[in-house]
């Protein structure tokens, strides 16, 4: 028969399509594994108690707060900003060149001599304010001012303020049709590893706001509850089996 194929053969996307269901067995392991920490910290060391983490709350409430009540134009505009910026700063790190970013409230792009799923998917996993934030504390403490521990406070705000800020706008920008940056490495794998990097971003989180939570234990219990996954998912299914026959 004439015509034109409606389909092409990618290898390249064919290979990020499996990554990207192997990568699935991990987001579902490591959202797991960050829910049985969360609770063992909160109930031995109670650090939801702390001024800390309360501020945190505050800042990411705030952020709710404009983003479903007063989201504007201006607001659209800084998120492509950080979005723009991230592109480029990857790009920076996986050593290329960036000739122009160009930034509007309509969107955005970048002129790069380099690109490749880091540099494509990072606005999506990585918080660019909330690293611009630290960063400025890092130095404003080393080089002008002495921080007391009652001002971490403070810090913990302005990063639930920033982080969240990167969570809903990356969740509203990865949900709409014409996403590039997504296309381009196919939705599957995109999402799987936006999810994955973003969860261990909470993760690290909890790790430095909880003494009680180390890397080490997290690593443990996320290493045992992967190679008890198939079993339990296997074990799962047969039970909705069971129960829809």
């Known amino acids: 028969m004439g015509g034109e194929r409606w389909w092409h ?45 309360w501020y945190f709350g505050i800042g990411v409430a705030m952020w709710l707060v404009l983003f479903f009540g007063a989201r504007s134009r201006l607001m659209l505009l800084f998120y492509v900003a950080g979005h723009e910026w991230t592109h480029a700063l990857f790009v920076l790190i996986c050593r290329g060149n960036v000739a122009k970013v160009h930034i509007s409230a309509e969107g955005g792009h970048i002129l790069t001599n380099r690109n490749n799923f880091l540099i494509s998917l990072s606005p999506y996993f990585f918080p660019f304010y909330s ?74 989180m909890l790790i430095v706001a909880s003494p009680a939570v180390k890397w080490k234990t997290f690593a443990l219990m996320w290493w045992a509850n992967l190679t008890t996954f198939g079993t339990r998912f296997v074990e799962s299914v047969r039970e909705m089996i069971n129960f829809v026959i």
């Open 9 to 53: 053969f990618d290898p390249l996307l064919t290979a990020k399509f499996l990554i990207g269901l192997l990568l699935l067995p991990a987001c579902w392991v490591t959202l797991e594994t960050f829910f049985v920490i969360f609770d063992h910290a909160a109930k031995h060391t109670e650090f939801w108690r702390n001024a800390e983490f």
């Open 131 to 204: 690293a611009v934030v630290i960063a400025i504390w890092g130095f404003a403490e080393w080089v002008f001012v002495d921080f007391q521990p009652e001002h971490l406070r403070y810090l913990f705000w302005a990063i639930g303020f920033t982080w969240c800020h990167h969570l809903t706008f990356t969740i509203w920008m990865a949900t709409r049709q014409d996403q590039p940056d997504l296309d381009h490495n196919g939705r599957l794998f995109s999402f799987s590893l936006i999810a994955l990097v973003n969860t261990l971003i909470i993760v690290s």
